[in-house]
């Protein structure tokens, strides 16, 4: 009996240890090793850094500019209380 706790105390430390310090390091090298194989398949996108701003799409201002667009109508409401 006394065996067969040991085994399970030493089966609990080695799995602590296993998903305390090696889990996130195979984690890791999975999402990068998976992120660089995406890359390579699609050599088209571009890699941005964290923190850069691009501009896809400039809009044209017309003749009298964005003020005349029709955003929608005013919906007036009443909270109904409970």
Do not use: A, C, T
Request: proline content about 4%; hydrophobic content about 35%.
């Amino acid at each position: 009996m006394l065996r067969f706790i040991l085994w399970i105390l030493i089966f609990y430390v080695l799995f602590r240890v296993l998903v305390r310090y090696v889990f996130p390091f195979l984690v890791s090298y999975f999402l990068k090793s998976s992120q660089n194989k995406f890359y390579r398949q699609n050599p088209n996108i571009n890699k941005k850094k964290e923190g850069e701003v691009s501009i896809d799409h400039v809009p044209e201002k017309g003749k009298k500019g964005n003020k005349d667009k029709k955003l929608g109508e005013y919906v007036d409401y009443e909270e109904e209380e409970e």
